[in-house]
């Protein structure tokens, strides 16, 4: 017996616990239900729209602009907020640091001047900022009314840039790459998918084919191969929607696979069967008994999905290969991290890697979690 | 089973012309072509050299004439000459210089994926066998963590991890001073000292899937009649688990072995880059950067030759381990 | 090691005797008691059929015999399992652990096991050939060609056409029927003294479901093994099996002969069940009885006698307060009823 889950008044009749009689559940509520039982996942989840939020006002957020250099200041550690300053509570603060040269070694260090707590301050005033490049302001989330000197929460790199603002900057790149590159996968892998598993025959045959041969090719060579012929002197912006697109290129046939073996197991169900022969005709049997019983476990296949082309973004730039400066995105921060001196010499500059790493396993966190939700059937 | 081969090799005919066009493509893609590159060269070397001579070096190449002629000539002379064309960055044919580096990758990569199963099934069925363990909650971390960590980021702790803290030289394939010497007990140990870096960078990206992969198998497999039927022969357990869930659930293994492969090639790349290993990774990078088309386009060709062969291979191993698709 | 014998040499004449077998599960919802206080005998070369509906309890006590219970299973302390396979040395198999070098020399070898899904209870990735001759080998020491050559022999024992073909075949080459085939003479490999035979027919259509019970007597009186026999059927009982258990939730209800099971049922829910069976000559007028209610859920089992919430006869008093002793008769039937005996004979 199959019962067809998109239609919650034949089917999905829930007694409510406390025995308050029946009520119908809508399908999306059930995925709701079980979603929320999977704490990893809604914490994930919680903490991805937390990321998006950050890289959506990424320029009040960060306390200066990613591209603003000092000289004076390169190298520094990351600094500690504190909160108690003389044994005695203090409101939020840092040291003032002091720039002092070894005389041995020569090397640059910064010393933290106790004496000298500056205030952390929220909602100052700062550099300048187009907001989305429309209002211009210079109201920060937080910062220093000092000016001369720099909270810098994550440390700089050797151009004293703040790592903090770029990595919020860089957020927006890399979150939205993945993304936008997910959509494009999206419509070609729902294309393709859709086509290869409604129709079979010969048309199912071929697209497997090519989606056999695509997974049979290195992914990383060949997208090095695609992003290097990429001009160097073509607009960033372009060559971001063209790196996304080299992406979906190669990514598009997870999803066709998912989609196209949904249609498979679909077209035989018993309910789809019934549609049929109660007089339903081609299109409506697709857009009202079979989408919608598969719109979750695609939602599910993008989301695992996001963190390839997260991956794919971070390793090409890194490679320097993707995007370029001064562009900045997570790959391309991760490029001043690439050999042993600068690591040993300011391990900080590994964070846009953590944060890629965080990125990564939420949006895993959150697939599998959705992908269990979605299971009508399971456990 | 010998007509399965025969159809499977058969079918990736068409697989490899198709890769060889791509990578065909891929050397053409960029603007500009190989006359301009040398000609470029040749100026920057303080030669002179005219616009018309320029032309006469394209038709003399055949640069004019219509890409599936050029595809022709390109994978005529890799066939019958084995001639892969020029490097202009290095003056050099490009087949003097991809072969070592090809055998290392090679080595490597299979290293890493002998590695991967040593490491992933083991694991797959313990944790399967003590599901909700202790040992299978840290296997289930590791295995995500594994899967979050790009490679060549891992690379970088390790190698961090090990300068800081084992106090190792690391990067490269071995030490300077061993370098173009010929292989002693010494030579062969700072090797090794140097191998196990990048291995385990490749093996762990792809073990932390095939822990999962296994895991999820053995559990369906551990749950199916044949297995009590299998203890009701009087077989131990440790017996039952290997000889048959294991068999049965390693088949969705044995098919991915060649979708490994490509996997370990593009980690290859990147963890050479970054270790500075002799591998093709570093040296594709350089070509791709350089414009340096025929090396890279060479280079891309026999990669995905590998993988096709690779697949090929893990099918034919897929049908002699599963009776079900021999026959099928 | 020596087995725990905490019970005495069973008799020449008895060749397995289960007293007070309790079996709970351990799940996240609570505690299941699948088999409460269960004990029975089986005779050397007897067909003991045990029937049941789902839930009942049958092939947990089975699979207790066999120690091949799920690994959240907790057991009785109090119960005995005695085998005695070939009359002269008697095992404890309760005190046995799932993996126990003993149990594991007798499973496949003194007791023989077949279960109810043809389709999926062979390993797909080993031949018909090699199933068979790893059991033999395991259990004779024998060489790989003699172990072959037996295969092949049972396979002809139970009627499979070109045996010598059949070796080599794999489990999605043969058909349901012909797997059941193969599986019993795997259960065969070692000439078992008992024959557990878990719903063997339950998943085949009917012409080859007699085919099966066919060769299934014919083998039972050629090797003279006994069998336990687990169906929910009752036409199977009565074409297959010497003695009758009926098991409801947990427990045994009634046995006896099966001639006296089907003719003279003492127990209601027995009675109950034979009456919701159609039969030929049946008065055509009667409407076909059902049980009221439904089997209740594992968690929620009643109190007293399990089935005073379906039966037409329960005291409210006795039945729901108190659990029924064990009555036994001349004929050596027995029924777990405070009534048994003293009810109207059933009109079946």
Known sequence: ?379 | MLSFILRRTLWAIPTLIVVSFISFLIIQLPPGDYATAYAAELRNGGDYITEAQEEAIRTQLGLNDPVLLQYGRWIGNILFHGDFGQSFHWNAPVSDLIWDRLALTLLLSTLSLVFTWIIAIPIGVYSAQRQYSFLDYLFTVFGFLGKGIPDFLLALVLMWISFIWLNLDVGGLMSPQFEGQPLTWAKFVNILSHIWIPIVVLATGGAAGLIRVMRANMLDELGKPYVETAYAQGLSERQVVWRYPVRVALNPFISTVGWALPALFSGDVITAVVLNLPTTGPLLLQALKMQDMYLAGSFILILSVFTVIGTLISDILLAWSDPRIRYA | ?348
């Open chain 1, 1 to 379: 017996m199959s019962v067809d889950p998109n239609h919650p008044d034949l089917s999905l009749e829930v007694a409510a616990a406390d025995g308050e009689g029946l009520y119908t559940a809508r399908p999306w509520q059930l995925i709701w239900w079980r979603f929320r039982k999977h704490r990893l996942a809604l914490a994930s989840l919680v903490f991805l729209i937390f990321a998006y939020t950050v890289a959506i006002f990424a320029e009040f957020v960060a306390p200066y602009s990613p591209t603003s250099i000092e000289r004076l200041q390169t190298f520094v550690p990351p600094q500690v907020v504190r909160v108690w300053h003389d044994g005695a509570p203090h409101r939020p603060f840092i040291y003032e640091l002091e720039r002092t040269r070894d005389p041995v070694t020569a090397r640059v260090t910064y010393v933290q001047n106790r004496e000298n707590p500056i205030p952390l301050k929220f909602f100052v005033r700062g550099e300048d900022y187009k907001f989305w490049g429309i209002w211009r302001t210079d109201l920060h989330l937080f910062g220093l009314d000092d000016r001369r000197q720099k909270v810098n929460l994550l440390g700089t790199d050797s151009l004293g840039r703040d790592l903090f603002s770029r990595l919020v900057y860089g957020a927006r790149v890399t979150l939205s790459a993945g993304l936008i590159g997910v959509l494009f996968a999206f419509v070609l892998g729902l294309f393709f998918g859709s086509i290869s598993g409604y129709y079979g025959g010969f048309l199912d045959s071929s697209i497997q084919r090519l989606m056999e041969f695509i997974r049979s090719v290195p992914t990383i060579p060949l997208w090095m191969g695609l992003a290097a012929a990429l001009p160097i002197e073509w607009d960033p912006l372009f060559v971001y929607v063209l790196i996304t697109l080299i992406l979906a290129l190669i990514g598009w046939t997870h999803l066709a696979r998912v989609v196209r073996g949904r249609f498979l197991s679909l077209r035989t169900e018993d309910y789809v069967m019934a549609a049929r022969l109660a007089g339903a005709s081609e299109y409506r049997v697709i857009t009202k008994h079979m989408l919608p019983s598969m719109t979750s476990y695609i939602i599910a296949a993008m989301t695992l999905a996001v963190p390839e082309m997260i991956l794919g973004e971070t390793a090409l730039s890194f490679l320097g290969l993707g995007l370029r400066p001064p562009v900045v995105s997570w790959g391309v921060l991760l490029q001043d991290a690439q050999n042993l001196r600068s690591i040993s010499l300011a391990p900080w500059l590994l964070t846009p890697g953590l944060a890629v790493v965080t990125v990564v396993l939420a949006f895993n966190f959150l697939g599998d979690g959705l992908r269990d939700a979605a299971d009508p059937y399971g456990h």
């Open chain 3, 1 to 348: 090691m020596t087995p725990k014998t905490n019970t005495a040499q069973l008799p020449k004449d008895v060749l397995l005797d289960l007293q007070d077998v309790k079996v709970s599960f351990e799940t996240r919802e609570g505690t299941v008691t699948a088999v409460n206080g269960v004990s029975y005998k089986v005779r050397p070369g007897e067909v003991l059929g045990i029937v049941g509906e789902s839930g009942s309890g049958k092939s947990v006590t089975v699979r207790a015999i066999m120690r091949l219970l799920a690994k959240n299973a907790i057991e009785g302390p109090k119960g005995s399992i005695r085998f005695n396979p070939n009359g002269d040395q008697t095992y404890d198999l309760h005190e046995l652990s799932r993996d126990n070098r003993q149990i594991r020399a007798l499973r496949g070898n003194r007791i023989g096991m077949i279960f109810q899904e043809p389709m999926t209870a062979l390993s797909p990735v080993h031949s018909i050939g090699s199933q068979i001759s790893r059991t033999v080998m395991l259990h004779r020491k024998s060489t790989k060609a003699e172990a072959r050559a037996r295969a092949r022999d049972l396979l002809e024992r139970v009627q499979l056409p070109n045996p010598d073909l059949m070796l080599d075949r794999f489990p999605h080459q043969l058909s349901g029927g012909m797997r059941q085939r193969a599986m019993i003479a795997l259960a065969l490999a070692c000439d078992p003294s008992l024959l557990i035979a878990d719903e063997p027919t339950t998943a085949l259509d009917v012409t080859t479901e007699a085919q099966i019970l066919e060769l299934l007597k014919s083998l039972q009186a050629e090797l003279g093994m006994a069998i336990i026999f687990i169906t929910h059927n009752f036409g199977v009982v009565a074409d297959i099996a010497d003695r009758v258990a009926v098991m409801y939730l947990g427990q045994i209800v009634e046995t006896g002969d099966v001639d006296d099971i089907f003719y003279a049922p003492k127990h209601p829910y027995t009675q109950a069940l034979l009456q919701s069976i159609p039969r030929l000559g049946q008065k055509k007028v009667r409407r076909l009885k059902t049980i009221r209610g439904s089997v209740p859920d594992p968690y929620h089992i009643p109190s007293g006698c399990p089935f005073h919430n379906r039966c037409d006869h329960a005291d409210a008093a006795l039945c729901t307060q108190e659990r029924p002793p064990l009555r036994g008769f001349d004929n050596g039937q027995e029924a777990r009823c405070h009534f048994a005996g003293q009810l109207p004979e059933a009109s079946l």
